[in-house]
């Protein structure tokens, strides 16, 4: 019995460490998956941050794909996907935005500076709509289809690999 005992720490030591190496070597699916993928946007009116900018009344959302963007103008995330954004602007896409817990003053700044890819901005200043859609921080991007569903949920900043797939989303959800 006592023979037993003195090994049963190295059988625990090479247990944890078997199961450790496995984790290393086969991660699990690192890609977290929305509930809201597939289902209509939930109902929101939101006023607009800005003057000469609507804001956001997700009913109207509806009759051809767009991008639908939760962002900051404190987000440093923000600040680096904004280049994107502008590149599918300029290639025909239809961008929306909720701005989160901001201000007029300090989202003019922001788009003077990285620039306005947006139609419509929506002020979110308790983030109510943001926990409606399922966004869990900023920046989070949703491909809307042409009925009004959540078709794609982009979690994190657009990067320049993405943009291609954001496009084919968008070109599916017609």
């Known amino acids: 019995m006592r023979r037993v005992l003195i090994w049963a720490p190295l059988v625990l030591f090479a247990l944890v460490f078997a199961l450790v190496a496995g984790g290393l070597i086969k991660p699990g699916d ?6 809201m993928v597939g289902k209509p946007l939930p109902a929101l009116a939101l006023p607009p941050l800005l003057s000469g900018k609507p804001g956001i009344v997700t009913a109207e ?3 051809k794909p767009r991008l639908l963007n939760v962002f900051a ?7 680096a996907e904004a280049p994107q954004l502008m590149k599918l602007r300029q ?15 300090a989202v003019q700044a922001f788009l003077a500076r990285h620039g306005d890819p ?5 002020d979110d200043k308790a983030s109510r709509a943001q926990l409606a859609l399922g966004s869990s921080g900023v920046p989070e991007t949703f491909v809307i289809d042409a ?12 990067r320049e ?4 797939m954001l496009l084919g989303e968008l070109e599916k959800a017609k």
């Open 73 to 79: 103008s404190w987000c440093i995330p923000c600040i």
């Open 161 to 164: 690999e993405h943009v291609p």
């Open 118 to 122: 947006y139609a419509q901005i929506g």
């Open 91 to 105: 290639a025909g896409v239809e961008i929306d935005a909720i701005a989160i817990r901001d201000t007029p003053e």
């Open 30 to 35: 690192r890609v977290v998956h929305s509930a």
């Open 147 to 158: 009925e009004g569903r959540i078709a794609y949920q982009h979690i994190g900043d657009i």
């Open 61 to 63: 959302l509806k009759g």
